[in-house]
């Protein structure tokens, strides 16, 4: 399987944008699936996480409320749903799967990882 993220671009603070994760030679069933993020100078950091049947959902605290991931099984495809944007938002957003049943929020627990997109919000 191969993971390709799009969706990203330059907006204004407020702004929404629709990340994509399209999955290619082979099927997103059954595994969990992630949105990292990472800002010039900082270390990768957690977004969102849906587990593989889509019932449950996890998210920073710093995106609660704003951000929403979903994912279709028909398009072999995960999203993130970026609301209200903010400047501290700007960063290379990753989406990356987990075979694991019961996964963190730490990057070491996802396996597989597409390209980045990049999401830049000016003020």
């Known amino acids: 399987v191969q993971l390709q993220a799009s969706g990203g671009g330059l907006v204004q603070a407020g702004d929404s944008l629709r990340l994509s994760c399209q999955a290619s030679e082979g099927p997103l069933d059954y595994v969990a699936a992630a949105w990292f993020r990472q800002a010039p100078g900082k270390e990768r950091e957690f977004v969102a996480a849906?587990?593989?049947?889509?019932?449950?959902?996890n998210y920073a605290n710093s995106v609660k409320g704003r951000f929403t991931i979903s994912r279709s099984i028909a398009k072999n495809a995960v999203y993130l749903s970026t609301n209200n944007l903010k400047p501290e938002d700007t960063a290379v957003y990753f989406c990356a799967t987990s075979l694991k049943q019961n996964y963190a929020d730490s990057p070491a627990d996802f396996s597989l990882w597409g390209q980045g997109t990049l999401v830049t919000v000016s003020s």
């Open positions: 849906i587990n593989w049947r889509g019932s449950t959902r």
